[in-house]
């Protein structure tokens, strides 16, 4: 045990005790968590672990059942958002809210007065209590600041306030015309200017590329130099073991321990989260060597309702018992790339192939009438894969019924089918006619996977297949993928953590503004050279070093 | 102050003891209201029970009143199943009925009762159904908004019942006043008891619509385009075709109540045959939370209620907007009961002594804790 006992003096925050229960679910059970100032600490946890009840906590969203919260040594109750950020405590969460049509500047002075918005862009200079002035340029003279007091300024002093973190941003641009890591950068201003000293993010790092996930903790150990203190959620290690300084690791609604992060393994951390030793390691089977082709895909091109191009002459191969990893961006093009194949989008024009047999615009029931088994496992389980309110028979249904003769249902087969499934797959339930909805994400998860191997589909196609899942969920999730492929399935993987689609798939194609940067060894390449393509090189430019595209 | 959060899911005894209060609520309200007037409240509700029930006279109307409020909520609810929202119940009946009327208007005097009910009845049902594939395909394929459209469509067919009414069908041997001529005396519905022949419709339709939603594919179908409709685009089902479907079956029922209306109560068509069934339909669809069952027995207590009032107004002599009055407060307060049914209020005491420090004094954030953020940690 290391956990180091802090005089109360420096510490940013402390709850002691805190309980909070939902209805009859024990969301947190006499936590203590506790945070220096000028520490960047991590809060470690699977789902369901607590993380988000406990930080709704110290943001003011929820109040605690029982317990203790204080703050730069002061006992406080909060009773809404406000009271917390008036005690100096900010949330960035992870689905940004701004408003799309206004300017990052005014997304960041929205709601607040005149006289707020020059108090928080001027004290900095006198405030040196917690944050220590670096950029001398940043204070305004009294009557430059009655001269000038349109917008343009503000955001001339919004541009320096961010330069003291080295923030990098133009807070003229329409919120819509930001990147993702740029609104994310607004969210830490909006919260900063409103007098945060204590940052939560709740896992920041989900939507950005490695080269903005550096830049990133740039800015957070920037923020930390000065006397921040920064809450980091997370369930990546490696991003842990890089950033943070100490880390709490919660299990079930409990606080299990902290821990000096440059102190601790690893594999400790794991066991630590999920209560017992577990095999972590992702392992690969070799793919079949024969290399037969698959799915065929030329020319794939698709725009939106709006005109858009979502996708633009994809072409790729997938070949049997192999996994093709697809890596890119939030929004590059995957969703609308397995919806084409799955023939629930009518591509703009392209072909769509498998064994040779056209499938493109054809429907999701034309194509399994050609005879083609194909499987998909889309981004949105609830609202695309599953039918949230029904059960596990009647999901299964949803594949099998028009196969059915007459116009009444039959659902025997499916509830033995639905048995068996939860059997296989170890799905939690209290029963086959139990909403799925009501399910955690990983049990809602094999739901899915279990009916769709049941199909014994040759081409599977899986969207984000273990986002929101916990580490074990997701290592039951590639178990079963990799059993597909040993069955040589030829499986088509979209995946976000570049860590596990390197170790998990046997190739790698990017994606980026939906056109194919080009397809890669798993074996060998790296998460930079992912990164640069994921933000728009081309393999071919960076493995050459000629830009050949633009010397056409 | 106090604080509202949502709630998980109440029981079946919460459900049962909030909705009863609900009830218990209007009935006190609406007996002070009537003490107010200066009547005895008592006597009032015991009237109203009697009215409605005590009497076969009265439980007779009860039970007219009750069967195009069931058969039109039926067909509302296989609409609003798909997330349909039909609003244009007034209007499909009105259709319904003047279909019905237009068979008997072209039949002969002496036609059989035998072929002219039916023809009746089809025809109520395919002006019906009709009626609402006009906003229907709209919506499923140019995506217009249906409620907007199938409220307008309401309108639409008052105003043509009123042409019929006073120009295209009028009776000339009614000498200058406009009416449209009752329909054959044996195209009426027979007699049950002293009640129509029409009451077996939704008991049948029930039965049907139970059936169909719950054991066939095209009931399955349904319920899956309501759910989610990229579920069912997923699936491969034909989503467009479904919906029409849906929408036929939807707006024919209605339009049937319309017939069944005309043939077995009013005996002609008028433009208030509607009388607002067509939108308290809507209410008792939601009442019954779609479910077919409940819809009959949430029917019969609204059409008593309806009935009870009426006789209020006769004994008591008081004016027809008290009666109004006290439907309009028994529903507000068993709706009002379905709000603590999803949300529970907590009541917090605030600490005067605290004080907050003013790194900025934000704007005032509300107390309320809304759907903005979701309990996600909880799990069953």
């Not at chain 2, 017939?259 to 069934?277: C, D, I, M, Q, W």
Request: net charge positive; with cysteine.
């Amino acid at each position: 045990m290391s956990v180091s006992s802090s005089s109360p003096a420096e510490n940013a925050f402390s709850m002691k005790g805190i309980s909070k229960s939902f209805g009859s679910v024990c969301a947190n059970e006499g936590i203590d968590f506790e945070v220096k100032i000028g520490e960047i600490h991590a809060l470690l946890g699977e789902n369901g672990s607590g993380k988000s009840t406990l930080m709704n906590i110290l943001s003011g969203v929820y109040r605690p059942d029982c317990g203790k919260i204080s703050v730069f040594g002061e006992t406080r109750d909060f009773r809404s958002p406000g009271d917390a950020i008036r005690c100096g405590i900010g949330m960035v969460y992870q689905h940004f809210k701004l408003a799309e049509s206004l300017s990052a500047t005014d997304n960041i002075i929205a709601g607040l007065s005149k006289g707020q918005i020059f108090r928080a862009l001027q004290t900095e200079k006198s405030d040196d209590r917690h944050i220590s002035t670096m950029d001398p340029d940043v204070s305004v003279s009294p009557d430059q600041k009655q001269r000038r007091t349109g917008t343009n300024y503000i955001s001339d002093l919004i541009r320096k306030f961010a330069k003291r973190f080295h923030i990098d941003f133009d807070p003229d641009k329409l919120a819509s015309q930001l990147s993702v890591s740029e609104k994310q950068s607004v969210e830490i201003i909006k919260v900063l200017i409103r007098g945060a000293k204590i940052l939560i993010m709740d896992e920041p790092t989900a939507v950005l590329t490695p080269q903005e996930t550096k830049k990133l903790f740039s800015v957070l150990k920037k923020m930390r130099d000065q006397g921040c203190s920064i809450v980091f959620i997370s369930h990546k290690l490696g991003e842990i073991t890089e950033l943070c300084d100490r880390v709490t690791v919660l299990r079930k609604g409990r606080s299990v321990d902290t821990l000096v992060v440059s102190q601790v393994d690893t594999y400790d951390l794991i066991e630590k989260m999920v209560g017992r030793k577990i095999e972590l390691e992702i392992v690969r089977p070799a793919p079949n060597p024969e290399r037969l082709e698959c799915l065929r895909v030329e020319g794939l091109t698709y725009h939106d309702e709006k005109g858009l191009a979502k996708l633009s002459d994809v072409s790729f191969s997938t070949f049997y018992g192999e996994i093709l990893g697809v890596a890119g961006l939030a929004g590059s093009g995957q969703k609308e790339l397995c919806e084409a194949i799955a023939g629930i989008i009518r591509p703009s024009s392209g072909s769509i192939s498998v064994d040779a047999e056209e499938i493109s615009g054809l429907s999701p029931r034309s194509i399994t009438a050609k005879g083609v088994s194909m499987c998909f496992i889309p981004e949105d389980r609830l609202g695309m894969g599953l039918v949230a309110s029904m059960g596990i028979t009647e999901n299964v249904l949803l594949k099998e019924y028009a196969f059915q003769k007459g116009i009444f249902i039959k659902t025997d087969r499916a509830s033995e089918k639905s048995d068996q499934i939860i059997k296989e797959l170890d799905i939690m339930t209290p029963g086959v006619r139990h909403p799925v909805r009501l399910l955690s994400g990983g049990n809602i998860q094999k739901v899915i996977l279990g009916r769709e191997i049941h199909l014994h589909p040759k081409l599977m196609i899986t969207a984000y297949a273990v986002r929101g899942l916990d580490i074990q969920s997701s290592h039951t999730v590639y178990r079963l993928l990799n059993e597909q492929k040993k069955q040589n399935v030829s499986v088509l993987y979209i995946g976000e953590d570049l860590d596990v689609l390197i170790a998990f798939c046997d190739r790698i194609m990017v994606l980026c503004r939906g056109e194919n940067m080009g397809i890669l060894d798993a074996n060998h390449t790296s998460k930079i050279e992912i990164g640069q393509m994921m933000s728009g090189t081309r393999l071919e430019v960076i493995r050459t070093g000629v830009d050949y595209v633009s010397n056409r | 102050m106090f604080r509202i959060a949502k709630r998980e899911k109440a029981s079946i005894t919460d459900s049962i003891r909030f909705r009863s209060l609900g009830f218990l609520a209007g009935l006190l309200l609406s007996m002070g209201f009537i003490a107010v007037l200066g009547y005895n409240p008592f006597s009032a509700l015991v009237t109203l029970l009697i009215g409605a029930f005590g009497t076969g006279t009265g439980l007779r109307n009860t039970l007219t009143f009750a069967i195009p409020l069931a058969t039109t909520a039926l067909g509302l609810s296989v609409a609003f199943r798909m997330k349909y929202w039909n609003i244009g119940g007034e209007g499909q009946l009105l259709i319904g009925a003047t279909a019905a009327m237009f068979v008997s208007l072209v039949a002969g005097e002496n036609t059989s009762g035998w072929i002219l009910v039916p023809m009746m009845l089809l025809f109520g049902f395919i002006g019906g159904a009709w009626y609402a594939l006009i906003p229907g395909l709209f919506r499923v394929y140019f995506r217009t908004n249906e409620t907007l459209f199938t409220l307008m469509m309401n309108y639409l067919a008052i105003a043509f019942v009123k042409y019929l009414y006073h120009v295209l069908w009028k009776d000339p041997l009614k000498s200058g006043f406009p009416g449209i001529r009752s329909i054959q005396e044996q195209a009426g519905l027979p007699r049950i008891l002293g009640v129509s022949a029409g009451i077996i419709v939704p008991v049948i339709l029930m039965i049907v619509l139970y059936v169909l939603i719950s054991r066939t594919k095209p009931g399955y179908e349904i319920r899956v385009v309501g759910e989610s409709e990229p579920t069912a685009h997923y699936a491969g089902m034909n989503v467009q075709k479904i919906m029409v479907g849906g929408i036929i079956l939807s707006g024919g029922i209605v339009g049937l109540a319309g017939a069944v209306k005309l043939s077995g109560e009013t005996l002609t068509l008028t433009e208030s045959l509607g009388g607002g069934t067509g939108f308290t339909a809507i209410v008792i669809a939601w009442l019954a939370n779609l479910s077919a069952p409940i819809i009959l027995v949430v029917s019969f207590l609204f059409a008593a209620l309806q009935q009870g009032a009426q006789i209020i107004q006769l004994r008591l002599n008081v004016p027809a907007a008290v009666a109004e009055i006290i439907k309009g407060l028994m529903l507000m307060s068993f709706l009002g009961s379905e709000f603590f049914l999803r949300y529970r209020i907590i009541f917090n005491k605030r600490d005067k002594s605290q004080s907050y420090p003013q790194i900025l004094s934000a704007s005032q954030s509300s107390d309320i804790e809304t759907d903005k953020t979701p309990d996600k940690e909880v799990k069953p």
